[in-house]
């Protein structure tokens, strides 16, 4: 027994991508659907908004379904923090007169690179073959530039924010009043190794929209692929790229070639930060590289 235990491996795999219809409370109008990804859902008197929608349709419903239930009869809105098809490819599963706002570098984003993701994550297996099947991508009802704010009713807003480039070039960010929740998309996590996708900024970039977040002043931080935090991950996230990009330079100064540098740094930072489970941060020292 002991043995087989033993055996089951210590990282987290494959994302299970079905969307379950448990909610936990993160503040006083914020809940979540802890899943692949988390599901933010903020409630006010009046309106509903539900930040990002599962991978596909099928996770769309159910998160639609959950939203109802906390909040009957309110007006549903959705947004989503990045265009990745776990995020974003759930829309069409939301009802008739859902209103549907992202930003506008998001959205052009999603233009170019949409269908394209979309056919990458269901080429992986079979579930999210099934799951992402005749998925359209349909426009959104309303864009913004930089920052677009929501009054849910009842002294709740939901500020919709750009702050720039990081994981994706469109990551937006909602941060909800009176809780000072923050629900972070990829670009604040809760101890995960940050990924720049192919269409994202920079490490320079990320850190310069971590400065914005942290005047924010957050209370608490919803992120999509990982715990719920306080305020602090903001600091931790920007410590951690700070203390990576530090490290990565001197080693590119000494003519280290970038490979050879995420080795070395990989083994570093799992000895510096032990409580990160931490796999490989060679692809964001490639970034370091690259920048
Ligand atoms: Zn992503
Ligand atoms: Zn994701």
């Known amino acids: 027994m002991l043995a087989a235990l033993a055996l089951v491996p210590a990282c987290f795999g494959q994302a299970q991508p079905i969307l379950g219809e448990d909610t936990v409370k993160v503040s006083d109008h914020v809940w979540a659907i802890m899943g692949f990804p988390n599901i933010g859902i903020v409630v ?13 349709p099928r996770n769309g419903a159910t998160i639609a379904r959950v939203a109802a239930k906390l909040a009957p009869n309110h007006k549903l809105y959705l947004t989503t923090t990045h265009f990745h098809p776990e995020h974003a490819a759930g829309e069409p599963g939301f009802p008739a007169g859902t209103i549907l706002i992202r ?50 009713g009842g002294g709740v807003t939901a500020r919709l924010l750009w702050f720039g480039e990081a994981h994706s070039k469109g990551d937006e960010l909602t941060f909800v009043e009176p809780d000072k929740t923050l629900i972070s998309g990829d670009v604040v996590q809760n101890k995960v190794v940050p990924n ?68 070395q740094l990989t083994a570093e930072f799992k000895m510096k930060y ?7 941060v060679t692809n964001f020292v490639k970034s370091i590289y690259a920048e």
């Open 44 to 56: 006010g008197s009046t309106a509903v908004l539900v930040i990002d929608t599962g991978l596909g």
């Open 103 to 152: 930003n506008k570098v998001q959205q052009d984003e999603m233009d170019q690179h949409g269908e394209e993701i979309i056919d990458t994550f269901a080429s992986r297996n079979e579930v999210q073959k099934e799951l992402l099947a005749n998925v359209k991508l349909r426009r959104p009802d309303e864009t913004f530039d930089k920052e677009r704010s929501l009054d849910l």
């Open 196 to 263: 720049i996708s192919a269409s994202g900024g920079t490490p320079s970039t990320w850190i310069a929209v971590l400065d914005q977040i942290s005047r924010l002043g957050a209370l608490h931080v919803l992120p999509d692929h990982s715990a719920v935090g306080d305020g602090s991950l903001v600091k931790m996230e920007r410590s951690f790229i700070a203390d990576l990009q530090t490290r990565a330079l001197a080693l590119k100064r000494q003519g280290i070639p970038a490979d050879d540098a995420g080795k």
């Open 274 to 280: 032990p409580d990160w489970p931490i796999n490989n």
